[in-house]
């Protein structure tokens, strides 16, 4: 090689005597495996992503096993983040639950708090006042929007367009300062509580949110030229990772994934629970299932979560924002209780069976993105490796909530 | 469907049914396969969906309840199902042939459990890692000790 250097530059390249490109002979091929074409066969070979990787958000590793650059199998590894909160639960007081949801599912905590409290509730037959079950609304749907706005900020950081990143956590960011001023916590509120919520709303929270839903339409539309509209987003996501309905089901997909594959399920239209059925507002659903479809269904279901929290905001009534009398340590009933609610990734249940004592005896947590994940490999198989990371970004994970 | 109507149609099928809390089944665990094809082909009911899977542990009567959760989008009715299984040797079929999230949910449930589930492809631990002893949702599952013991060099 470093002969043929010399001899090279020994010429002198401006001379008409040297060869122009198209006269020099093509390389040879694949000189560093010394085999003849014919010979050359193709292995699969196992790719590590993760667990330390930005694009799996959070502790997730991924064991790809590819054909060159096509994805012939993907085998996610969980459990990084498994902490035994169901374990934790069953020794802990009914009340003492509720925090440890927010670690759960960190982006959506106001939902996965309010998941044991109605679960508490039902078992216990505690009547809530109404005005809390309003505030609940408010801040579960503002939690919606934010969760939704990082999840469309974290994608376009996936695809390649690290600026969306900063976009979605601009309005995130009003949204934490108004739960800052009702709970004084940004990410694990703590908030929706057993018998209400924990402490009142002020007026200046609803002047909060009142600014906040003047000017979100018109960030929704400058998200929608930027990013929807773009043909780079375009070509990176429509098509890529389509499931069809039939596999949705199977792998019980829920929220905006099974909404983009053309079911337009919604927990909060079909079996309206709490307050939902007294409001207006649409379930967005599209049809390819692909991650583009994810994503409009998710667009617009930010801009119907603040119609949601627009008519509740108006009919918010004076009263109590929570029980007033409540046992220090609740003894529910011997039975159990399934509580299902729509949080923003999917349908999150909760299981609780009581024996009697001040301590449940099982709880367990249906997570949405536990069940989402199990898709991956189905919706991987064929599609090449960039397109693995704008499919595990379009099924909106939180590791804490899968691995719990 | 109404929950009292899904009970008497279930009933005329499989004798041994019981209701609990009137809202959850408890199916004997011979009927359990044929139960579910049930739930799931016969146009009544069309449970398409597999919510939940889950289990609990109950010491004192030394048994493990298999909790299934069936969701039929069409008729929008749910069905919540128990089968009571023995507790020292806890084994029951997969339904992985019908459902692809079986594969992950009833692997949670060998891990945490020890339930064995008959027909699984591959049955191993999907939250604790591969090294782990024990299982760690059950009653009588003791921690173990922080500190390695030292050994005894008398």
Partial sequence: ?404 | MEFQAIVELVKSRFPKTEAEYDKNLIIDKNDFFFFVEFIRESPELNCTVLDLLTASDHLPENQIHMIYGFQSYRHKHYVLVKVKLDRQKPAIGSLTKWWGIANWTEREVFDLYGVQFEGHPELRRILTPPDFVGHGLRKDYERPGFFVKKPDFK
């Avoid at chain 1, 959070?58 to 909160?85: I, N, Q």
């Avoid at chain 1, 639950?97 to 670690?103: G, K, L, N």
């Avoid at chain 1, 039939?246 to 983009?260: C, F, K, Q, V, W």
């Avoid at chain 1, 079911?263 to 507002?281: A, C, G, T």
């Fill in chain 1, 1 to 404: 090689m470093s002969e043929q250097l010399t001899h090279s530059a020994s010429k002198k390249a401006f001379r008409k005597d040297i060869p122009l490109i198209d006269q020099i002979p093509p390389r040879k091929k694949h000189i560093l495996r010394g085999l003849p074409e014919s010979e050359l066969h193709v292995e699969e070979f196992l790719m590590n992503i993760g667990p330390q990787h930005p694009s799996t958000h959070g502790v997730l590793r991924l064991v790809v096993s590819m054909e060159g650059e096509v994805v012939k199998s993907c085998e996610p590894d969980l459990g990084y983040l498994h902490r035994t909160f169901e374990k934790i639960s069953e020794n802990r007081t009914y009340q003492q639950i509720v925090p440890f949801t927010d670690r759960m599912d960190y982006l959506g905590s106001m939902n996965a708090n309010w998941g044991v409290a109605a679960a508490v509730e039902k078992l216990a037959s505690i009547e809530v006042p109404e005005r809390a079950e309003y505030i609940r609304v408010i801040v579960a749907e503002l939690n919606r929007i934010a969760s939704h706005l990082m999840w469309m900020g974290a994608f376009a950081a996936d695809i390649g367009a690290l600026t969306g990143f900063v976009y979605g956590f601009r309005e995130r960011e009003m949204i934490l300062d108004m739960f800052e001023e009702i709970c004084g916590s940004r990410l694990t509120y703590g908030y929706i509580r057993v018998g209400g919520v924990a402490e009142d709303v002020t007026p200046k929270f609803i002047q909060m949110v009142n600014d906040f839903l003047k000017i979100l339409p018109d960030r929704v539309t400058d998200y929608h030229d930027l990013i929807t509209g773009n043909v780079i987003f375009i070509e990176r996501t429509r098509g890529i990772g389509a499931i069809t309905l039939d596999e949705a089901i199977s792998y019980d997909i829920t929220g905006p994934m099974l909404r983009a594959c053309g079911l337009p399920w919604d927990l909060r239209k079909e079996e309206p629970y709490s307050l939902y059925s007294k409001f207006d507002f649409n379930i967005p659903a599209y049809f390819n299932g692909d991650c583009y479809d994810r994503f409009r269904v998710r667009m617009d279901e930010i801009m119907e979560a603040a119609k949601i929290v627009r008519q509740a905001l108006d009919g918010l009534p004076e009263g109590d924002y929570k029980v007033k009398k409540l046992a220090r340590n609740i003894k529910p009933p011997v039975g159990d209780v399934y509580i299902r609610q729509e949080a923003p990734r999917g349908e999150y249940g909760v299981y609780m069976e009581s024996d009697g004592s001040i301590k449940p005896n099982r709880v367990k947590y249906r997570t949405p993105s536990f069940t989402n994940l199990s898709i991956l490999p189905l919706a991987a198989r064929g599609w090449k490796i960039a397109d693995l990371i704008a499919i595990l970004g379009s099924v909106d994970i939180v590791l804490g909530d899968v691995d719990r």
